[in-house]
């Protein structure tokens, strides 16, 4: 079955659905999840050809029957962290449902993604570009409103493709991460990108300030936040300097967006949160939720992609 024949599936699933509740597989290619109502959605295991490989990914599709082309939202994984419970974890998808946004959870080879540039790297970018090209070209994914979202490993990558502007990202969200140094000098962006990162003040492997980056992450090594926010701010337009805005409530968290931007530019840092967040319940949900108790990191990114949405 082909990627047009496996769209076309789901849609129908879907119309049926909307009168009941279907579950099971269909097959290796396609599999929807049991979604109960009121809620019409489904979850779609979809497989294409990329690089001469089978590459899959779970496609969450809300209210896909009274609308046409959505705004999507690309969510890279962390790694070991497995599809099903970055769903659950990260709770995109119950912010995302008013909208009828897409939500697409590529998978990645050998359960992580490539660290340092070279071929793995690239091979991992055009999986990304084919992914969102097919979705596009079969009429689920508004090519205007491509979002971003990247997770520790999965936020080096969402970085990586931000910086090349293909495609053109309507907003890119990093949690737990920061762009790897040894793309500072070749990361400029062909246009403004709307760009949030998050992170927590006590993470050993992101640092904030000019003067402690490069600090390792697996194989690569970042630069800091603050080094990161400034090359796409340069794309962006920004004046010079910060500004600073304390979350209101007990918590303490910082905004620190870059003045005078075409598009925003800015930070969040969680004093106590760091890369593996409180209130984890085990190792595989690192870098997944900072937290410290009082800040809903899907809740952020999500307000942060909202006024693109439409």
Known sequence: MDVKS???????????????CLSGAFGIMLGLAC????????????????????????????????????????VLRAARKQGARLRRSLSLE??????????????????????ESGPEANRDMRFVRDLIAKLVSHGIANPSKIFLAGVGGGGTLALRLACEGKPKFAGV???ASSLPS???????????????????????LVAHQVGNESLPQDKAELLSVDKTLSL??????????????????????????????AVP???????????????????AEAGISLTNGEVNSAKLVWEFFRPFAG
């Open 265 to 283: 530019v800015e930070a969040i840092r969680i004093e106590g949160g760091g890369h593996i967040p409180q209130g984890a319940q085990s190792e």
């Open 6 to 20: 496996q769209f076309a599936r789901g849609r129908r699933l879907l119309a049926l659905r909307a009168a009941g």
């Open 232 to 261: 796409f701010g340069k794309a962006a337009g920004c004046g010079s300097g910060t500004t600073r805005t304390v979350f209101p409530g007990k918590a303490r968290a910082y905004l620190d967006k870059l003045n005078n931007c």
């Open 35 to 74: 979604v109960p109502p009121p809620a019409v959605a489904a979850a779609g295991r979809v497989t294409i050809a990329s690089g001469g490989s089978p590459r899959t990914a779970i496609l969450i599709e809300n209210r896909r029957l009274k609308k046409g082309r959505r705004p999507a939202i690309v």
């Open 94 to 115: 119950e912010m995302a449902r008013t909208s009828g946004a897409v939500l697409i959870y590529p998978e990645p080879l050998s359960g992580h993604w490539a660290d």
């Open 182 to 204: 040894g793309l500072e000098a070749s990361c400029v962006p062909p246009g403004p990108v709307p760009l949030l990162i998050i992170s927590g003040g006590s993470d050993p």
């Open 173 to 175: 969200a990093i949690l």
